[in-house]
């Protein structure tokens, strides 16, 4: 399933990114790609192919990512995409 995720947050865009880095082992498995892109200093957005939504739900909904949401004040919207042909 393709997914764009919409984020804001009051961190930086690299330390947005570093978080990213530090979950990249915990997707690997349920996420096969993913490209980021920068829309302004406090927002970014994600377009994955998630191959396991239930693993990605969990990942997404975790302590490390709850809290790190908490503390850089992060709000995701996540739209689930189709291609037109």
Known sequence: MNLCVVSTFSCTIDDFR???EDFE???RPCVSDWEIAVINDHKICTMLNVTDME???AIMTGPK???WDAANNCVDVVYSLEQIN
Request: a negative charge; proline letters at 0%; zero cysteines.
């Open 18 to 20: 570093a978080m990213a």
């Open 25 to 27: 082992e915990e997707m």
């Open 55 to 57: 693993a990605f739900q």
């Open 65 to 67: 990512m709850t809290e």
